[in-house]
């Protein structure tokens, strides 16, 4: 990895909020001394990740689990996959933090404390499911631009926070209300202050939803730095770029939100399937709102190896943007045939749904699992590649772990 050129980009004062406690002195340091501890950035420390975690991009940090790293019920930070598009705020005084509220259909703009939202609204805490919308991209062809994610941008913790429609009623807004968009702390990579890495949000009835919340908490703890500390949107079962980090304004819309990243292909697909590689009009471009079905073998690892005679307890979990998923199968002869597995019930709406496996191998060899999901809409995981988009987004093919019986 290029470390050294991540040192030069970044500066220290970033590296300093990488590591949550500030360098006393640090303008005195000579020019061109770098403190010891930050000679060599390690990510897995910087941001307290299992170092099985795998870096996709330094600048700015991205990072995705290995299906097998997922396998607790509820997302541990350590696992939890990094999606940053700028910079990650520096100096962060949650004492000062405040969240300011505008926007066209915004009775009157009003800020509040991060104090303000603690004490005087009531939290809520939902398991959520968070998907990166380019989750899976690494496998369409033609390739598509940008991190090249496996598996692994996804997580499902727990959040705590107020709702965002109590804070939406406190702060009055009009009926021409049909869009709250997000603005965040980060900075963009160019450096310009005037400009967002990225700013986007969710209609008006998503934003309504009980589960959709302001969270201050991940896990019964703040929320970690580089997953949105002090305070962060979150929408579950809608691509996690929906739910913005380092929160601290809220635009209330009279039309779709037009910040950062909302337009052109950016977190779009095509309204209708294409041909792979076929060239889209950006009106025939639409949103992505609630994720597809899916699923993901958490255990055995890929490649794992067992006795002959023995079963093997396979696990993982389903889930299904704003459904619910209803049936789970798996099969071991590439799809010719399913048996069904144990599907628990999710925790909450929009939670992911664990499932589970015993299974019988007739003979000594190389077997492949694959599993699929169906919701409750009746729509299943395709068993290869779904549609082909431009940017890649919303591959939710059957996941596979190679066996071998001997
Ligand atoms: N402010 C801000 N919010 C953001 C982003 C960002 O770059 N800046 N990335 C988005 C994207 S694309 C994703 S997939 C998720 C990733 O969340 P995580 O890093 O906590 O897993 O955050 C979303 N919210
Ligand atoms: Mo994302």
Partial sequence: MKRRNFIAGAGL??????????????SLLPEGVVPLVLQDPDPFKLFDKDTQMVVLNERPWNMEAQAHLLDDKVTPGRVMFIRNNGLIPQD???SKWVLEIKGEAVKKPKTYTLQDLKTNFKAHTYQLTLECGGNGRSEFNPPAK???WTVGAVSCANWTGLRLRDLLKDVGISEKAVYIGYHGADIHLSGDAAKEPISRGVPLEKAMQDETLLAYQMNGKDIPLAHGFPLRLVAGGWPASASGKWLNGLSIRDRVHDGAKMGGSSYRVPCETVAPGEKVAPEDMCIIESMPVKSLITYPKSGARIKEGRRLIIRGHAWSGEQRVSKMQYSIDFGSSWKSCSLEDPVN???WQHFSASIDFPKKGY???WARATND???SQPMVLPGWNPKGYLNNACHRIAIKVV
């Fill in 377 to 379: 809409k009746g729509e």
């Fill in 367 to 369: 077997y492949e699992v």
């Fill in 349 to 351: 709406r929009l939670a």
């Fill in 92 to 94: 962060i005084d949650p």
């Fill in 13 to 26: 004062a970033s590296l300093a909020a990488g590591l949550g406690v500030e360098i006393v002195y640090g």
């Fill in 146 to 148: 940008g991190n090249q």
